[in-house]
């Protein structure tokens, strides 16, 4: 049945769940406002909120990652099977695009000349001027991986279901908080 994985892990892991189902929804309706202007200025909230919790996520991950690295559980088996070698894949692929998805989101905004303000508390650094051609590489590279991400989620969402169906233990890890 293999270990249960820790509480902080588990909660961080329906955390990040809970913010990419919201990321994904809040960026097509967020998409759907009208742009900025002197009648519509309520654009921003949602676009910071998005933002605020891109970055969270980010962290998130990086504190899986630690917790992935620094785990004192010995390393499984060396002879994996197919089913562990695609779940390895998957979550591989899974922090991989989280990573690059937050990150170019970010760069994209820091380049649009819009501000970020994490939490409305501390300003995140531009990283230059106003550049619309840096933007828009950067605004694709995050769609891009965002439309990769929601494949693999589906793919871990899928795998999720077969296990559950099996009862072979897996899932029951995940909702012991």
Known sequence: MGKQLPRSRSIIH???????????????????????????TYRQLPFQ???NIGITVLVFVFCMLAFKIFDKE??????????QKLASLDHLLTYLLLVVSCISGYLSSSYSGWETTLWWLVD??????????????????????CWALLAVV????????????????????????
Do not use: C
């Open 14 to 40: 329906w955390l990040i769940a809970i913010s990419v189902v919201f990321l994904f929804v809040s960026s097509w309706w967020m998409l759907s406002l009208p742009l900025p202007s002197e009648n519509f």
């Open 49 to 51: 909120l998005h933002k």
């Open 74 to 83: 010995p390393p499984v088996q060396s002879n994996k099977t197919r089913l």
């Open 124 to 145: 995140l650094p531009s990283w230059s001027e106003e550049n619309d051609d840096l933007n828009v590489l950067f605004s694709n590279i995050h769609l891009w991986t």
């Open 154 to 177: 589906a793919l871990h969402v899928s795998a999720a279901l077969y296990h559950a169906f099996k009862n072979d233990g897996i899932v029951d890890k995940m909702f012991r908080l």
